[in-house]
């Protein structure tokens, strides 16, 4: 690997944890398509799907950990909610990430593909009124509900290296009724929980390349904690444009993938 490459990772990694921070999407939904098609642009390298799969599963985790610790000390994270779906994506991503060994490539890109379909759909379900302000620990949502949720994506985002915050997000806007500050500091925690799971599970496979995965986890740690600084100084509003962006370009990039090349 040359110094090229692993700065490229690094600041890649940086990036990816930082809209990670910013948005409350454990930042699979950026950094997949970064590390797919960054590298090969400038030249410096490549990386095919499974690497990048279970590279980004390990900055997912580590970006996600990260932000929630900061965006738990400004009690915008609700510790029932983050434990109910944390435990069922857990398990879906656990066994998703097994699965994943056994799976095509490009059945992965699809699937990837149709995550980001689907929670762009979200994107245009209106959502439940703006932030209360009652403490994130003081309200209560459908326990079942939260863990079929988090359990479907969490199988999904197992597949393909993602936390798959980027799809929980809008789900947990428009089905559980959860309001976008709760979400973004909740949904990490969530996150976080699954991604370990998955994390294993790609590790006790052999898919995990551990040197490339750590550089990309060490420029997480930073950009996450910048990002959920900048998301504390975001109304709601734009939080939820941001994260409409970033799905929208995702989505048009991977599926161009899928269909074209």
């Known amino acids: 690997m040359s110094l090229l490459f692993g700065s490229t990772l690094f600041v890649l990694g940086v990036l990816g944890a930082f809209v990670s921070g910013l948005t409350g999407v454990g930042g699979a939904i950026v950094m997949i398509p970064l590390l ?7 030249g410096v390298g490549h990386l095919d799907v499974k690497t990048v799969a279970a590279i980004t599963m390990l900055q997912v985790f580590v970006a996600a950990a990260s932000g929630v610790v900061a965006h738990g000390r ?3 994270v609700n510790r029932r909610l983050a434990i109910t779906g944390g435990l069922a994506m857990a398990a879906g991503s656990l066994i998703g990430a097994v699965a994943s060994e056994w799976m095509r490539n490009s059945w992965l890109l699809v699937v990837f593909a149709l995550m980001v379909t689907t929670a762009f759909a979200l994107m245009f379900v209106p959502t439940p009124p703006p932030d209360v302000t009652a403490p994130a620990d003081e309200r ?5 509900l939260i863990a079929s949720v988090a359990g479907g994506v969490g199988l999904a985002a197992g597949l393909v290296g993602a936390g798959g915050a980027f799809l929980l997000v809008p789900l947990l ?4 009724g959860v309001p976008i500050r709760v979400t973004i500091g909740s949904s990490l925690a969530i996150t976080a929980l699954g991604a370990s799971s998955g994390l294993i599970g790609k590790l006790v496979t052999g898919q995990v390349p551990l040197g490339l995965a750590l550089i990309v986890a060490l420029g997480a740690v930073p950009g996450a904690q910048l990002g959920a600084l900048a998301s504390r100084r975001l109304a709601g509003p734009a ?16 599926w161009w993938n ?4």
């Open 36 to 42: 797919l098609y960054v590298p090969p642009l400038l």
């Open 173 to 176: 806007l428009v089905v559980v």
């Open 239 to 254: 939080l939820k444009g941001i994260l409409f962006v970033v799905i929208l370009l995702t989505g048009v990039r991977v």
């Open 74 to 76: 400004h009690r915008a």
């Open 258 to 261: 899928v269909l074209f090349e």
């Open 140 to 144: 209560e949502y459908s326990r079942t």
